[in-house]
């Protein structure tokens, strides 16, 4: 049985930084696509950040050159590090994984994801 823990969320100024962990047990890392989706209140969920665990990474424009994806396979972990955040990233931010290789291409859908974790709040305060 698959399950994704995410944690790491918190409050903090703009201009901080957080690092959000998704721990995911019973899940095989064979380069799958895993990312990272967020929603904030009144606003549809969207990706962030996607990985297949090869170095191929998609980014979401709005986060580039602030926000790192990361997986480290033998602690079963996906990593989304968060740089100079600003008060429009706040959210409940979610790990996803799917089962489906060379789908990196798609990394946007949320369909694509056949596991969820159950989200982390993340609030940047000006």
Do not use: H
């Not at 946007?108 to 000006?126: C, E, I, K, M």
């Amino acid at each position: 049985q698959v399950q994704l823990a995410e944690s790491g969320g918190g409050s903090v100024q703009a201009g901080g930084s957080l690092r959000l962990s998704c721990l995911a047990t019973g899940y095989y890392f064979d380069g799958s696509c895993m990312g990272w989706f967020r929603q904030a209140p009144g606003k549809e969920r969207e990706a962030v950040a996607a990985t297949a665990g090869d170095g191929d990474t998609s980014m979401l424009d709005s986060v580039k050159g602030r926000f790192a994806i990361s997986q480290d396979k033998a602690k079963s972990t996906l990593y989304l590090e968060m740089n100079n955040l600003k008060p429009e990233d706040s959210a409940v931010y979610y790990c996803a994984a799917s089962t489906n290789q060379n789908t990196i291409w798609e990394w946007f859908n949320p369909r694509l994801y056949a596991y969820w974790g159950q989200g982390t709040q993340v609030t940047v305060s000006t």
